[in-house]
């Protein structure tokens, strides 16, 4: 970080802490998240946001600035001048001895933020203010360096960014969870033969908010080989659980002239390049959640950016969990879905790393997965981490015209309601991979925060979107 920044004089505590030598006279401005006063001198610990350490500011009672300093409450927004000299204190290498306070905007007895640790839950019910926490503030820095990092890494490796469209008439995972987006009067809508009319509404056809924007980066594979798109993704599914939000981000990548090994191989990479990206900018952050969020996790990162990651059928991953022992809430067979605890099981018990599960049975999958030679299972991938569970979904993708017509029908999709798609299948189709990370999902990885709505900044759950 520069030393001062685009507004003249004004310095951002990240720059002053790390400075190799006083900038003399500054200027700062920040939110006070202590005010500490006595008779002599008042201690202001003023944060801008720029790192997790405040800023000491200094100011006794032969400055000007002392009656201010002694009436300032926690939570106010000021602007400090002052001589920037060395700290005698423990645990800072710089403070400023404050010569003039302005004030931005005051706080009263009522600020919920006061000096006492308070628990997610309680800060998930003030959205509004929790940036201006220790936590938040380290996760909100996290998943903005950790979005660069994911076009850094696309980039540089040549893939094309696309915008997929987040309003859309199709619901590529099958699933029935898609919100609706429609401009008809709900009271009153247009009716023909008893049904409404979504002809008549505002796109000619029935639409809804997009769950994933896979089927249109793969169009974007077809010509530009290697492509990725990455952003919000929505899905209507009533679970309420720390791992599925209503509105989350996903990363997806779509590969041209690759296979479900090649897939592996590129998920394999990413995500060690994003934890490594992590451990190496976002260093001060990390060790705060090691310290008070998650023990053992800048451990637990060092060694996944160093070991390669196993590979499991679902075929042996089923095997494995009945041979277990372990006493599941839901029986595993061969064919049914595996629940988290299976998941969670796999990566925590029997590897202890991440682990992709592949080539699941076909009945249990999305259409758009390439069959198998067996003719029971598909080209399917999941990654799966400890603590989180499942965090990728991928697969190769059916490629065959006639394979793909004849699982559309398997699964009662129109054809016709997808002929852009298989038009892709028509001319000029090639074997193709891709899969979809979900940002929130890997920040919890990252951060060893348990809860997906502690990694999103306004999180939107069933019975939830306030903010
Ligand atoms: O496994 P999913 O549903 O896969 C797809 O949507 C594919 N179309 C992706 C692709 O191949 N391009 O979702 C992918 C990932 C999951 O592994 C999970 O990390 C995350 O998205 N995810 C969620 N994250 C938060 N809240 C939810 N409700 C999520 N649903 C999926
Ligand atoms: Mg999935």
Redesign the pocket.
Known sequence: MKNTDWRQNRCRVKALLQAEESHGEVFVQGWLRTVRSSKGVAFLALNDGSCLDSLQIVVGSDSEAFEVASRLGTGSCVGVRGKMVASPGAGQSWEVQGDEILVYGDVDENFPLQKKRHGFDFLRTIAHLRPRTNAYGAVFRVRSRISHAVHTFFQERGFVHVHTPIITSND??G?GEMFRVTTLDPENPPMADKRIAWHDDFFGTKTGLT?????Q?ELFATAFTDVY?FGP?F?A?N?NTS????E?W?I???IAFADLADNCQLAEDFFRFMVAYALEHCREDLEFFNQFIDKGLIERLEKVVETDFQTMTYTEAVERLQQSGQAFEFPVEWGCDLQSEHERYLTEKIVDGPLFVTDYPKGIK?F?MRNNDDGRTVAAM??LVPK?G??????QREERLEVLEQKMKDFDIHPESLDWYLDTRRWGSCPHA?????????LMYITGMEN?RDVIPFPRTPGNARF
């Open positions: 590529c995972e699933a769950v994933s924007g896979q089927l980066a798109a993704t899905r599914e679970s791992r599925h939000a209503s989350f996903m997806e990548p779509e999305a758009y999941d990654l989180v499942e965090i990728i979904g991928g697969s891709g899969f979809g990370l979900g940002f929130e999902r890997f997906v």
